[in-house]
Every structure is written in structure tokens, then in C-alpha cells.
């Protein structure tokens, strides 16, 4: 059974970075799209970033353009969300999904199927 484990959550001052990965097990079929999303106490699951991974294309949360970079190593099975200058409001629980629908690749929750079981990121002021 296809399993992603996610790694690298932490707790971080406002303006550090940290990295996340995640690491699937072999895929029967190779996904269509990654993301990663993310739910803060109170709030609802919300998309991050997302990359289609037939040519690379990326997607951002406005919240996150130009602070996050989602990558993906093929070879590996890990996907990977460089997080830099991490400010307060970042602090979640990352979750990592794999989607085999083929629509936009614009981490909208519904279209995955599979999901980790989250990392927690803590940013302090």
C-alpha cells in the first residue's frame, strides 16, 4: 500500500526557513499532480502549493508566492516545500497528498487521494 511520510516540520523564529519532505513508497501508478496543504488550529485545510509531475509546472497560495518553493525528485519519490521567511501566520500542520485526477494541477484538496499524516510547523514572533 502507497504510504507518504512527511518530514522536517519544526519550530522556527519569523524569518527563519525550514524544509519539508516527503517520501512515498513505490506508486503503482505515478501520480498526476503533488501538493501540499496545510490547516491551522481553527481554520480549514487549505492548499499551499502543488506541482504537476509530467513537466514540473507549480502552483502558490498567494500567501506563500515568493516565500515557498515546491520541488519534486523523481528518482526518489520525495517531494519537497522550501519554506523561507516563515512568519507567524505560516504556523500549521503541512500536510503532503498525492492527486491521480487529472484537472489543473492547483492543490484543490478534493482532487487528492492520498495524504500524509502531517508535520507541525511552529513560527515564533
Known amino acids: 500500500q502507497v504510504q507518504l511520510v512527511e518530514s522536517g516540520g519544526g519550530s522556527v523564529q519569523a524569518g527563519g526557513s525550514l524544509r519539508l519532505s516527503c517520501a512515498a513508497s513505490r506508486y503503482p501508478y505515478k501520480p498526476y499532480c503533488m501538493g501540499w496543504f496545510r490547516q491551522a488550529p481553527g481554520k480549514e485545510r487549505e492548499g499551499v502549493a502543488s506541482i504537476y509531475t509530467g513537466g514540473g509546472s507549480t502552483y502558490y497560495d498567494d500567501s506563500v508566492k515568493g516565500r515557498f518553493t515546491i520541488s519534486q525528485d523523481n528518482a526518489k519519490n520525495t517531494l519537497y516545500l522550501q519554506m523561507n521567511s516563515l512568519k507567524p501566520e505560516d504556523t500549521a500542520i503541512y500536510y503532503c497528498?498525492?492527486?491521480?485526477?487529472?484537472?489543473?494541477?492547483?492543490?484543490?484538496?478534493?482532487?487528492?487521494?492520498?495524504w500524509g499524516q502531517g508535520t507541525q510547523v511552529t513560527v515564533s514572533s
Open positions: 497528498a498525492a492527486s491521480w485526477v487529472v484537472r489543473p494541477c492547483i492543490a484543490t484538496a478534493p482532487d487528492f487521494n492520498l
